[in-house]
């Protein structure tokens, strides 16, 4: 390749990071401007009045806050406390600066795994999300967590196509994640552990050991602050026993199955309000005309490990019927997979309209506009 044309493909790298660059911050500043006028101005739950309490003092088995404990979060909120002087606005501080995250880290992610275009749809509809855009106006954990499963998530795509560099920071992020929130670990484990398996034994226990580190680097000393390993674990066991363990499928108590898909269901469309219909038409109009089977299998099996384990954990074991901040964990796949389905709903219809001229691209720019709109209506 001549010097020239070097010079000519260097230019255009320099001028696609600077666009992505200005993209990033626009989204950033524009999620961030549209929390504020919105936010709480009291603790909102009852975890956030416990959240708040451990500010003060932290202790699990006194619930301050409820088992597992949320170490990082907490004591993120206690560093902007001495500041703010104020446990809401501590945290509602941290939900507002992830909200801005979780968007540009959707926009990564839907670059990653799709392309540029559908990186920034996937982060405009997320702006616009009303589940997204209310839990970043409280003082819960849930949008942090949001943001840790997006990025988590792209940088496990990318190891997953050989991009070793991007092993060792997903082990890091995986592990100060769990800090934030401990199911993060149990539901992006087998995602991470298949994306950097491929890689060899070398770098997968490199990577394990670096994960077990950060780990160690917060629940040491949340159990020394708890008071050790068997009050820890005795605040844990009494948590589930007398608060969630009758939601399991194996006992008798447990709701209706049906019931649970439904709540799901639901959940799903606080978070990607109408374009739960493109979703579902769409995966009908894939398995219908057989289309799901051109999809590559990387592209496939990834999002199964991503969505099947937080999927079969709520459907066996626990899920709160009114609680869909836990649906939020899902909404990033939903998300980024909305712009490809809404295109491809389009060039069904066009082809069941026959004669009827439909320009797809148009039909798409103008659905995903519309998409935004009514999403920002709904929670407005």
Not at 91 to 105: D, E, K, W
């Amino acid at each position: 390749m001549s010097d020239f044309a070097n010079t000519v493909v260097f230019g255009e790298k320099l001028n696609n990071i600077e666009n992505s660059y200005r993209c990033v911050v626009f989204l950033f500043f524009v999620t961030l401007v549209t929390r504020l006028p919105f936010q709480s101005k009291l603790l909102y739950h009852y975890d956030s009045v416990q959240f708040a309490l451990a500010l003060e003092k932290y202790d699990p088995y006194l619930h301050q806050p409820h088992p597992p404990g949320y170490f990082l979060y907490v004591m993120t909120g206690k560093a902007l406390y001495f500041f703010l002087q104020n446990a809401n606005s501590s945290f509602i501080l941290i939900s507002l600066i992830a909200s801005g995250l979780a968007v540009v880290a959707i926009y990564y992610l839907g670059e990653a795994v799709f392309d540029a275009r559908t990186g920034r749809w996937a982060a405009l509809l997320a702006m616009t999300s009303p589940l997204l855009w209310f839990y970043g106006e409280v003082a819960l954990s849930y949008v942090v967590a949001a943001v840790f499963n997006s990025w988590i998530a792209a940088l496990c795509w990318q190891s997953l196509h050989k991009d070793s560099k991007r092993v060792y920071v997903s082990a890091i992020l995986l592990g100060v994640g769990a800090g934030i929130r401990q199911d993060l670990l149990m539901f992006l484990f087998p995602l991470w552990i298949f994306s950097i398996a491929h890689l060899g034994w070398r770098k997968l226990v490199t990577a394990l050991l670096i994960l077990a580190l950060t780990v160690s680097t917060w629940f040491v000393p949340m159990l020394l602050i708890s008071g050790g390993i068997d009050r820890y674990s005795a605040a844990v066991n009494e948590f589930w026993e007398f608060h969630y363990s009758y939601f399991a499928i194996w006992k008798a108590e447990a709701p209706a199955q049906l019931d649970v898909l439904l709540t799901l269901l639901g959940f799903a469309s606080y978070g990607v309000g109408i374009g739960t219909v493109f979703i579902l038409f769409g995966l009908y109009a894939s398995i219908r005309t057989g289309y799901w089977r051109l999809i590559e299998k990387d592209r496939l099996v990834f999002f199964a490990l991503w969505l099947l384990p937080e999927l079969i954990f709520h459907y066996l074991i626990f899920l709160l019927p009114y609680n869909h901040a836990y649906c939020l964990f899902l909404l990033s796949s939903l998300r980024i997979r909305l712009p490809p389905l809404v295109e491809h709903v389009i060039s069904e219809l066009r082809t069941a309209a026959g004669h009827i001229r439909l320009c797809t691209d148009v039909s798409v720019l103008l659905t995903l506009a519309l998409l935004f709109a009514i999403n920002a209506g709904v929670f407005c």
